[in-house]
């Protein structure tokens, strides 16, 4: 039997004092398993900026891990604005960050791009007034 | 290469399993079991918070002894310059360095003087680095251990500099060959450290094969002695000790002496966890360069110092008022031995991470499912009367055979109440068919 182990993480908007924990964790126990040091990278930055993106855009989100022997699945959902032009969203540089957010060094518009550079597989999907999610997948070998 | 060498070690006989080293320890790497703490040497990071808190000092540093120097027919004390912060006397360094050869040393050789050809090296190091990368100071050698057990992605960012120790320690052996005709091997160079880290640097100095250092001592362990030398001797003929390295035990001692601007100066090993995971999260893309000190008021702050730490950090403060403003070294030359490679290290420094819960992956996942059910069953309140310092690592000693469940005192007791209560069942329901036919 192909063994899974999965992970639920909650995520609130605007809680900047926490931010970043949730990929910490993720790392953590992604270390504890032995998965090789530039697969935690790759997961670390997606997870990271995922993350913030909740943090600084939405509601509420969670954050959930599926690991089995092949595979890192990263599902991300918020509730949130929703995503108007994803196309947009996905360009490098696109960023509606407030000028708040740029003063704490978020907003450069390279969290969407730098999460797909560092996913196998990614998907987002998005509803204006419902909220976002996203898919990332990958590979440990 | 010892590569398992620890600088700590818990001394069984003295250890009465009191438990403030497993609490305090930031890596999770002392257990107690049997009133004895134990130390799990792959997870241990040497940064001597255990030495600080024992009660009845179990923790023992691994510093040299002085009859380890007896082989050598020349010694050399190279003092941290830590050690000039630890006097409330107004004693120089030079003279500091002086009274070495009162208690028993040949000479002494300032170090802070190479700090400053390292500082020289790290800026030209820096403004020649074309990558869009965050180096990290690889001076503290605990650090570099949590970077090799935890942040394997970050190794590639420690600069590769040697460190004003090496520096100095190759200086002084190399000068006193010529003067004395002696080989290397009759020389013995002593470091005196302000931390027992230091010795790892010694016995597994990164990048490099071997280090020039052939030992440490303690200034808690010279300190009296060279006190009452420092009392008894007259400071005329003491040679100047000046330069920016003499602020490099204090906080920003060694990012102030960079002309770059974006760099950052972090103390605490806490801290340097907090910032070795943004960094890991691909977060400070503008800093270049980052200080970073186990203690938490950077060397000042080592385990084996005998000055409180802020005594000491404002001593350097003078000492630099006083001193820092003279150059003890020529740029020009500096440079020059950069180009010659006098710094840089080519070699890599090996990753030793800590071993996962199983090396087969499927194994993995299942123990780790195992852990969360195990952890969810416990009551979080981290007490530690398991031998375990917090619950979730209990969970991982659990599922890796090296603890059970009823080591916990709450899992233990409501077992002990089921068990009472199903006791009191059989006893009650059997009572009757018993005593039906006996009357007390
Ligand atoms: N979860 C989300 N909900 C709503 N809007 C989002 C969400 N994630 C991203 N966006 C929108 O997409 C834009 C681009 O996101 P991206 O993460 O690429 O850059 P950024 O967050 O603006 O800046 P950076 O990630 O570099 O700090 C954001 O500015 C925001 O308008
Ligand atoms: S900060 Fe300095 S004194 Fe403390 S462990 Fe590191 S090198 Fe030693
Ligand atoms: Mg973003």
Redesign the interface.
């Known amino acids: 039997m192909?063994?899974?182990?999965s992970?639920t993480y909650e995520i609130r908007g605007n809680d900047f004092q926490n931010a970043?924990k949730v990929?910490?964790d993720i790392?953590t126990?992604l270390?504890?398993?032995?998965i090789r040091?530039?697969i935690?990278?790759k997961v670390?930055?997606a997870?990271?900026?995922a993350e913030m993106n909740i943090v600084m855009y939405a509601k509420i989100g969670t954050m959930r891990m599926d690991?089995?022997?092949e595979k890192i699945k990263i599902t991300v959902s918020d509730q949130g604005p929703g995503i108007a032009d994803i196309e947009l969203a996905m360009t490098e540089g696109y960023s509606t960050a407030t000028q708040e957010m740029r003063e704490m060094?978020f907003g450069a518009g390279m969290g969407l791009p730098?999460i797909k550079k560092n996913s196998d597989e990614f998907k987002i999907e998005s509803t204006l007034g419902i909220g976002t999610k996203l898919e990332i997948t990958i590979f440990?070998n | 290469m010892q590569n398992d060498f620890r600088s700590i070690k818990i001394d069984r006989e003295k250890c009465q399993g009191r438990m403030a080293c497993m609490r305090i320890c930031p890596t999770q790497a002392i257990r107690v079991r049997n009133r004895k703490a134990t130390l799990l040497n792959d997870r241990c990071i040497d940064c001597g918070m255990c030495v600080r808190v024992c009660p009845n000092n179990a923790v023992v540093p691994q510093t040299s002894s002085f009859s380890d120097f007896t082989r050598f027919k020349y010694t050399i004390a190279l003092p941290s310059p830590v050690l000039y912060s630890q006097f409330r006397g107004e004693f120089t360094p030079g003279a500091i360095l002086n009274a070495f050869k009162k208690i028993g040393f040949d000479d002494a050789y300032d170090v802070a003087c190479a700090s400053e050809a390292v500082s020289i090296a790290i800026q030209e190091f820096l403004d020649n680095s074309t990558l869009n990368q965050t180096y990290i100071s690889p001076f503290c050698p605990v650090i570099v251990r949590l970077i090799q057990i935890r942040y394997p992605n970050l190794l590639e960012n420690l600069i590769p500099i040697d460190s004003p120790m090496e520096i100095a320690a190759r200086e002084a052996k190399n000068l006193k060959m010529k003067e004395t005709g002696l080989n290397a091997k009759e020389i013995g160079v002593i470091y005196i450290t302000p931390c027992p880290a230091k010795m790892i640097a010694i016995k597994n100095p990164p990048r490099k094969k071997y280090s020039f250092v052939d030992g440490a001592i303690s200034i808690a362990q010279i300190y009296p002695n060279l006190l009452q030398a420092l009392n008894q001797q007259d400071t005329v003929g003491a040679k100047e000790v000046k330069g920016i390295g003499l602020g490099w035990p204090i906080l920003g001692g060694q990012v102030s002496t960079l002309r770059a601007h974006d760099t950052i100066a972090i103390a605490g090993i806490m801290e340097v966890i907090r910032i070795f995971e943004d960094l890991e999260n691909g977060k400070l893309k503008n800093i270049k360069y980052i200080e970073c000190h186990s203690c938490s008021t950077a060397c000042v702050g080592g385990s084996l110092n005998v000055e409180n730490p802020y005594m000491s950090r404002n001593r350097v403060i003078k000492l630099l008022e006083k001193y820092g403003n003279t150059p003890c070294q020529d740029r020009d030359y500096v440079k020059n031995l950069i180009q010659k490679n006098f710094f840089s290290l080519p070699g890599k420094i090996d990753a030793t991470p800590i071993a996962p819960i199983d090396s087969d992956i499927s194994q993995a996942l299942k123990k780790m499912q195992e852990k969360v059910t195990i952890y969810e069953k416990l009551p979080k309140i981290d007490c530690g009367a398991c031998g375990s310092p917090d619950c979730n690592t209990f969970a991982e000693d659990i599922i890796t055979n090296n603890a059970e469940i009823e080591d916990c005192i709450f899992v233990a007791m409501k077992k002990f109440e089921n068990l009472s209560v199903e006791l009191i069942d059989i006893v009650k329901k059997h009572s009757n068919k018993i005593y039906r036919n006996i009357n007390i």
């Not at chain 1, 192909?2 to 182990?5: A, K």
């Open positions: 192909n063994e899974v182990f992970q970043g990929s910490t790392k126990l270390k504890q398993l032995g040091p530039e935690i990278r670390a930055i997870c990271y900026e690991i089995d022997t060094g730098n440990i």
